[in-house]
């Protein structure tokens, strides 16, 4: 996906004020949630399918979520595929993965 | 044209009971599989036509959906059942939902088999099915009479629903274009199963040490017969022995993050 690029940069700030760089979000021919809910998921296209910041893999049923705003540790996401509730976590090397909340 | 994206249309901001009420409503239900199953009466589009298939490549696919037809009849009696004993109104509406999802799966794998030139596909499936898929059946619906919420939930919805996943994905990836669209209808439908009663065991077991241990015990008794039976589905589809490992990786993610490893 092209979202990391500079065009989809639309403007820094998120809801809650801070200095994140937000993302317009187009629909990806997801599917599997109600329309509103549409562009906020989409399938990975195998491993070299590179993430944007704001996007992470739901470790359940492996669908993309994706945010406005570039993901930080600690935030919290649903993936409305599988109903899971995620945490975002930093890995040892960097990377932000998400991790299931019962 | 898609609107332009606001913080405030965030999912990620509801509330957790906000989430939940969502996700597990008949509503979202009916909007999700109205998004990928509109004009597919049978699970695929009606101008999709079958191709040249050899004959040893159809035998074998038939035999796949009559072993797919066995996991969707016991997740259709069991979810059916798992209703009456299920913790709280969000569970029975959500169950009720996933009975019509298994009712639709062994629907079009019938219809499908049909088309593949079988005139009693019901009496194939019986000839066909593998006879540790069977066994599984019967220990998911005595679970299931016996009340063990968490035992069946475990068994159907992380066990059955996580291989099935894996393997009609896999299929999903080699099939013929009619196989492909019905399994690609199926996965959409999985993920809410599975995601359901992983979610729902984990809150259950997330502090209680001995219903991790109980569920270890049942998952070891239940795990050979789900494994054993999709190997053969995996000889079937043509998957390489040492690729059969790597099939079985969702799902022992999954038993992992419940705390449920031996």
Known sequence: ?102 | MTEPTTWAQEPHLLNEGEFLREVHSFNFWFEAVSGYLEERPFGYAPDLTDGPMDPVQRDRLITTLCNYCVGEAAALEASSGLIRLAPNHHSRVFLATQVVDEARHLEVFLRRIEELGINDPETEVRIRANAGLEEFRRRLLDLVDRGDWDAADFAQNVLLESMEDTVFRFHADTADPITKEILNGVVADERRHLGFGENDLGRRLSNDPDGQRRLSAVRSEMDPLVLGAFEGVYRDLGIRREDHPKLGRHYLDAVERLGLTR
Do not use: H
Not at chain 1, 34 to 49: N, S
Not at chain 1, 81 to 87: D, E, G, I, N
Not at chain 1, 90 to 100: H, I, K, N, W
């Open chain 1, 1 to 102: 996906m092209n979202d990391a690029s500079e065009e989809a940069v639309v403007q820094r700030g998120g809801g809650d004020n801070d200095d994140r760089r937000t993302y317009e979000l187009e629909e990806t021919g997801f599917l599997e949630v109600p329309k509103r809910w549409r562009k906020f998921y989409r399938v990975r296209q195998g491993p070299d399918d590179e993430l944007a910041p704001n996007e992470v893999v739901c470790p359940v049923c492996k669908v993309v979520i994706r945010s406005y705003r570039e993901y930080r540790p600690g935030d919290r996401v649903y993936c409305m595929p599988c109903m899971s509730r995620l945490v975002v976590v930093e890995r040892d090397d960097g990377t932000l993965e998400a991790d299931v909340v019962y």
